[in-house]
């Protein structure tokens, strides 16, 4: 079976630039998470959806950065404009809830590494 | 204080005996909770996943889950050079949020 896919996995660009990061979850999860990791602070939780509606962009380091998932197979996470410090791994996740409220196991994509000079 | 915590390490075994990772949580009302391993420059891989107090085991892996302390811990017996890597504990958040926190991670080497 596949699992989460994401595009591209190495992205190099130029401060100013628009970046947008894709990715496909397991097919049958509803829950789908974006998370950005670097060396300083680990794994953060910028955005996650339920059934493909937002619950929660509090991770969202400010308005450049942009999620959407207009069904249920497909998401984007998008920085406009790119600046360095946006220079780090991200990755998407997916699962799938439990009953009860709990979540199910999480399982990653490879990853996409930004470089923003 | 942090949602989930770790010793960042390192934590240095000697091969073949056991390692013991460690992670408290915050918030008294999550209900699942899961340890990941990640090798450099690769993405989290799902080891374990445990949903109730006590010991869950698979293979050379034990966790370990104390929900009124708050702690849950791995165990790896057997330890080999290929399981140095970063451990990372993750807790999903109180019900019906669905939100999956991770702690900074336990780096671990095993030495030959």
């Known amino acids: 079976d596949a699992g989460v896919i994401q595009s591209p996995r190495h992205e190099v660009t130029e401060m100013g630039q628009e970046v947008t990061l894709r990715c496909k979850p397991i097919?049958?999860?509803?829950?789908l998470f974006w998370y950005r990791q670097t060396m300083m602070r680990g794994l953060e939780l910028l955005i996650y959806f339920n059934n493909n509606v937002p619950i929660d962009d509090s991770g969202m380091p400010e308005d450049r950065f942009s999620a959407k998932m207009p069904n249920a197979s497909f998401s984007t996470l998008k920085i406009q404009p790119s600046e360095p410090r946006d220079s780090a791994v991200y990755f998407c996740?997916?699962?799938?809830?439990?009953?009860?409220?709990?979540?199910?196991?999480?399982?990653f994509g490879e990853g996409s590494r930004l470089t923003v000079l | 204080q942090k949602e989930v915590e770790q010793n960042s390490g390192p934590l240095s075994v000697p091969e073949g005996a056991i390692a013991s990772l460690n992670c408290t949580y915050s918030d008294r009302g999550s209900q699942s909770f899961f340890w990941y391993r990640q090798y450099s420059g690769k993405s989290p891989e799902l080891i374990m996943s445990?949903?109730?107090?006590g010991d869950k085991e698979d293979g050379r892996f034990t966790a370990q889950l104390n929900k009124a302390s708050q702690y849950v811990s791995l165990l790896i017996r057997d330890s080999q050079p290929s399981d140095s890597a970063t451990y990372l504990c993750a807790v999903n958040m109180p019900s019906g949020t669905y939100k999956y926190i991770f702690g900074t991670g336990t780096r671990l080497k095993v030495l030959a």
């Open positions: 445990i949903y109730s107090n």
């Open positions: 097919s049958g999860h509803n829950s």
């Open positions: 996740a997916s699962s799938l809830a439990l009953a009860g409220g709990r979540g199910g196991e999480l399982f």
